[in-house]
T-cell receptor, first 113, second 110 residues
């Protein structure tokens, strides 16, 4: 596999469920990101990790919990979500946090019912 | 006030014309500016970045930055139907602060 991969590509979950989104980058990068893209809204940066350490959390509700076990993998754990959390969740990576070139994965389309 | 503002469009141009996409930002301390292209149902891909005032050209694309006016633009020369997409402007204010605009949808008509 090449680039940035995300699984699952589509996810439907109830408000009481717990699920996880997975991201893997095959580029040897040191920084990884989670973004949320809602219809008619700008991309929102949620979390930033550099060398497995979280360096930014942009006021994201605690029902979203990130995990970065190593520089190649990033997870987003979801629990007790709300319908307004339905969106496209994009993972990205870059060589370094200050690096301009961010490579995006294909995204996970999440629907909360 | 939004950090980054773009006209949502759609902007329609005929094939072969110049498409001009504009973006304004609110933080005067912003350092880096990016243009991403996003096809429907796909993830964003970086097409241009610019750090200094003036123009930067890459093939058919030219990015223009005016920090005094807090304005950045993207020109696409000889527009092709394959350029039809949503173009996202992004601004890096400082360490880790990335803000995206809502995007401008471009339609290039054959």
């Amino acid at each position: 596999e090449t680039g940035v991969t995300q699984t699952p590509r589509h996810l439907v979950m109830g408000m009481t469920n717990k699920k996880s989104l997975k991201c893997e980058q095959h580029l040897g990068h040191n920084a990884m990101y989670w973004y949320k893209q809602s219809a008619k809204k700008p991309l929102e940066l949620m979390f930033v990790y550099s060398l497995e350490e979280r360096v930014e959390n942009n006021s994201v509700p605690s029902r979203f919990s990130p995990e970065c076990p190593n520089s190649s993998h990033l997870f987003l754990h979801l629990h007790t979500l709300q319908p307004e959390d339905s969106a496209l969740y994009l993972c990205a990576s870059s060589q370094a946090v200050l690096d301009y070139e961010q490579y995006f994965g294909p995204g996970t389309r999440l629907t909360v019912t | 006030q939004k950090e980054v503002e773009q006209n949502s469009g759609p902007l329609s141009v005929p094939e072969g014309a110049i498409a001009s996409l504009n973006c304004t930002y609110s933080d005067r301390g912003s350092q880096s500016f990016f243009w991403y292209r996003q096809y429907s149902g796909k993830s964003p891909e970086l097409i241009m970045f610019i750090y200094s005032n003036g123009d930067k050209e890459d093939g058919r694309f030219t990015a223009q930055l005016n920090k005094a006016s807090q304005y950045v633009s993207l020109l696409i020369r000889d527009s092709q139907p394959s350029d039809s997409a949503t173009y996202l402007c992004a601004v890096n204010n400082n360490f880790n602060k990335f803000y995206f605009g809502s995007g401008t949808k471009l339609n290039v008509k054959p």
